[in-house]
């Protein structure tokens, strides 16, 4: 049996050679404001946790400036955009907020932008409902029935009362949302300056995140659902135990292939901007698949929970309490995809929990 480290070093041994092309070879600091095309601003404000930064980008508009995404929901965020105002974006006005998703790294300071400079905020409805979700999640039902769901894959006391606290708590890092928002919907067109977006929604990463394309100047505004280093979290939740999230997700990829050519210029949440869409979406059809395989690989001679699925998919990580509440909702998420394929069975064992085995 090979040790850890032998793995290791086959994986990436095995790593295909990256076909994508990067026009920058490093990001802004966080003093910096970076024009990537003539009215695109592309700026990147600090996470407190491993996925450590997010991208904002600022798109030229009649009478200011319209920023899409805010920043999480802290002191340090507000701090960071207020010098950025009083420096670099200083005498640049808002004139409109655009959020693709609910998560609290893109909408933790959307009612702060709203407050400070008066201007609408564009959002899918879903995103929305989800946002005010997020904000208000932590009641008893809620606990229980979280509780309930991670006791059902297997994941013991101490791990659940883990993802049930620190694990979670970063959904409702925003500030107040913003009473009123103006909504963006799947195939919608907007005019933005001088430029026209066609509005692509996928699901998966969350459950309408926006993404932007501008077919005339060829770039695409691509959020968390085309990343290009990193694969975005695709995850099932206590709320909807048996969603195919997964499923969700690879079929907006096909989508959005289909719909947008290869040689933009894409502009991701996170990351830096690259070429080369449709490769990108292969290698992450391609590693969701990969890690589909090891799942029914392990549960070939014996049937085995979630739990024990976790440490089999995300064997290269040490994981804390905040990382291991995705990796369990991400593994998650491969069961039910397989599920949906007949790709496994599952049972319900006289302890309450849920074992799977590959067909």
Known sequence: MQTKAERIAAAEAAKPIDTLRYPWDAHPGPDQVVEVLPGV????????FRLNHVNIYLLEDDNGWAVVDTGFGNDETIATWTALFDGPLKGKTVSRLIVTHAHPDHIGQAGWFVERFGCPFYISQVEYLQGVYHRNRR???????????FRRHGMDEAITEQLLGRGQD??????????????????????????????????????????????ADKFYLSADQVLSKISPNVSVWAHEPDENSLGSYLSSLTGIAAAIPNDVLVLPGHGVPFYGLHDRVTQLSEHHEERCQMIADACRDEAMTSAQLVPVVFWKHVLDAHQTGFAAGELIAHVNYMLAQQRLTQTLGDDGVLRFRAV
Request: aromatic fraction near 10%.
């Open 41 to 48: 601003l592309w700026l990147r404000l600090k996470l407190p």
């Open 139 to 149: 009641t008893e039902e809620r606990v229980v029935n979280s509780r309930h769901f």
């Open 170 to 215: 970063y959904l409702k890092k925003t500030a107040p949302l913003p009473a009123a928002y103006r909504r963006l919907s799947n195939g919608q067109d907007i005019t933005i300056g001088k430029r026209s977006f066609r509005i692509i929604t996928g699901a998966g990463h969350s459950p309408d995140q926006v993404t932007m394309y501008c077919a």
